[in-house]
Every structure is written in structure tokens, then in C-alpha cells.
């Protein structure tokens, strides 16, 4: 065909992924985007800019590091990493109300790196994607304050409110200030599984980075 003379640059193959509608791979998944859609067209609720998210950094930094303090009290082997078993105590001790199968679920999302343990970043988007559905009480303000600022910044870039952010979205919510190669190379960094999606799981552990929150920097000071 006449597209094979001249090959797709890395964002036009990125927009053309964008534009089929994407199907979520498990329920849970499905949930979790059916939860966001909901929060973020809820009524009476003002759309943050993205140069707002960018104050807010250092807010959500501060409520990143005291989620590493319960991080760290529920360690309690100090390997840096939480099991199964030491995450349905975690959720009890939390208040939590999500039943065993339904932790199992969450701790499985939140694996990213299938280790079958979560380290903390996993841990913040275990706790957010609980709090995102409902399963945690909400008396603990530092974890409302991430888990409200890391919504609103996937709110900012999720343009079209459909649960998952296209690069498509990334370009109108940046407003091309960042230029294309900025975005891309943003893209592919959320992008863990390079399907021209970003979901929030995948967000979430990029936003982290973003705001300065950092597992490997977790020294007391």
C-alpha cells in the first residue's frame, strides 16, 4: 500500500493505537476505570490544570512519605517488601473491609513486577486502588491527600474521562509545551507494556517519580 512508502513515526504509531477503545484485561481492571470515571465526572467537582498538579508535588511528596512510615510498620521482617499474608494484616490494621479473594485480586494488580511481594511503590497503588473502590476508611487524611492528588494529575491527562489515558490526551493536556519528543518519551515511560495505553496503575508508579517520592531513598533522617 501507498502508508508502507513512509514509515510511521513512533508518534503517529502511538496515535493509531490510541484510537481503538480500549477493553480493560481483568475485572478488577474494570472496575478500577468504572471508579475513576465516576470520581472524576462527579458533580461539582473543579477540573484541576496541570500546572496546579505541579504545586501540589510537594504536598503529595510530604503524604507519599508518611504512607512509607505505615510501609515500614508493616514491614516486619525488613525486607523492604510486603507478602500476602503481611498485606490482609495490613488492610485489617487499615480498617480495610475487602474480603481475602478480594485482597488476593488487589495484591495482584499491585504486583507490577509479578515478584509475588510489593515493594512501596506497589504498596501506595495497593492502598490507592483500595481507596479508589471503596475498601478503605477514609479518617486517614495523608493517604486521602496522595491518593486525591495522584486522581486529580490522571484526571488532568485522562481528557476524555474514559479511565485510561491515550497519548493523544497527553498532547492536548500538556498543550504542546513539553514538545512531541518530551511526550513520547513520557508516554513510553507510563507505557509499561507498550499497548498505547496508560491505565492507573501504570500512572500511579510514574507519578511517584514525578513528585520525588523514591523507594531507594527511603533512609531516616
Same mark, same amino acid.
Given at each position: 500500500?501507498?502508508?508502507?512508502?513512509?514509515?510511521?513515526?513512533?508518534?503517529?504509531?502511538?496515535?493509531?493505537?490510541?484510537?481503538?477503545?480500549?477493553?480493560?484485561?481483568?475485572?478488577?481492571?474494570?472496575?478500577?476505570?468504572?471508579?475513576?470515571?465516576?470520581?472524576?465526572?462527579?458533580?461539582?467537582?473543579?477540573?484541576?490544570?496541570?500546572?496546579?498538579?505541579?504545586?501540589?508535588?510537594?504536598?503529595?511528596?510530604?503524604?507519599? &512519605?508518611? #504512607? +512509607?512510615?505505615? @510501609?515500614?510498620?508493616? $514491614?516486619? %521482617?525488613?525486607?523492604?517488601?510486603?507478602?500476602?499474608? /503481611?498485606?490482609?494484616?495490613?488492610?485489617?490494621?487499615?480498617?480495610?473491609?475487602?474480603?481475602? &479473594?478480594? #485482597? +488476593?485480586?488487589? @495484591?495482584?494488580?499491585? $504486583?507490577? %513486577?509479578?515478584?509475588?511481594?510489593?515493594?512501596?511503590? /506497589?504498596?501506595?497503588?495497593?492502598?490507592?486502588?483500595?481507596?479508589?473502590?471503596?475498601?478503605?476508611?477514609?479518617?486517614?487524611?495523608?493517604?486521602?491527600?496522595?491518593?486525591?492528588c495522584v486522581v486529580d494529575a490522571f484526571s488532568?491527562?485522562?481528557?476524555?474521562?474514559?479511565?485510561?489515558?491515550?497519548?493523544?490526551?497527553?498532547?492536548?493536556?500538556?498543550?504542546?509545551?513539553?514538545?512531541?519528543?518530551?511526550?513520547?518519551?513520557?508516554?513510553?515511560?507510563?507505557?509499561?507494556?507498550g499497548d498505547g495505553y496508560v491505565t492507573f496503575?501504570?500512572?500511579?508508579?510514574?507519578?511517584?517519580?514525578?513528585?520525588?517520592?523514591?523507594?531507594?531513598?527511603?533512609?531516616?533522617?
Open positions: 500500500t501507498c502508508t508502507s512508502l513512509f514509515p510511521l513515526s513512533a508518534i503517529q504509531q502511538i496515535a493509531i493505537m490510541s484510537m481503538s477503545e480500549y477493553k480493560p484485561e481483568t475485572p478488577l481492571e474494570g472496575e478500577i476505570i468504572e471508579a475513576l470515571k465516576k470520581i472524576i465526572s462527579k458533580e461539582g467537582r473543579k477540573q484541576p490544570t496541570f500546572l496546579r498538579i505541579q504545586l501540589q508535588f510537594p504536598k503529595a511528596n510530604k503524604a507519599f &512519605e508518611k #504512607v +512509607k512510615k505505615v @510501609f515500614r510498620d508493616l $514491614d516486619l %521482617d525488613s525486607d523492604n517488601s510486603l507478602s500476602l499474608e /503481611e498485606i490482609n494484616e495490613a488492610v485489617k490494621t487499615l480498617g480495610g473491609t475487602a474480603s481475602e &479473594e478480594e #485482597v +488476593k485480586a488487589l @495484591f495482584e494488580t499491585a $504486583d507490577a %513486577d509479578g515478584s509475588g511481594d510489593i515493594d512501596f511503590k /506497589e504498596f501506595v497503588l495497593f492502598i490507592c486502588v483500595c481507596s479508589l473502590l471503596g475498601h478503605l476508611k477514609e479518617d486517614d487524611s495523608y493517604m486521602n491527600t496522595a491518593f486525591t488532568v491527562f485522562d481528557a476524555n474521562n474514559d479511565g485510561v489515558i491515550m497519548f493523544a490526551e497527553l498532547d492536548e493536556a500538556m498543550d504542546g509545551t513539553s514538545g512531541k519528543d518530551v511526550m513520547v518519551a513520557r508516554m513510553k515511560e507510563m507505557d509499561k507494556d496503575p501504570e500512572f500511579l508508579i510514574a507519578f511517584m517519580s514525578w513528585v520525588g517520592s523514591d523507594d531507594d531513598s527511603d533512609e531516616d533522617g
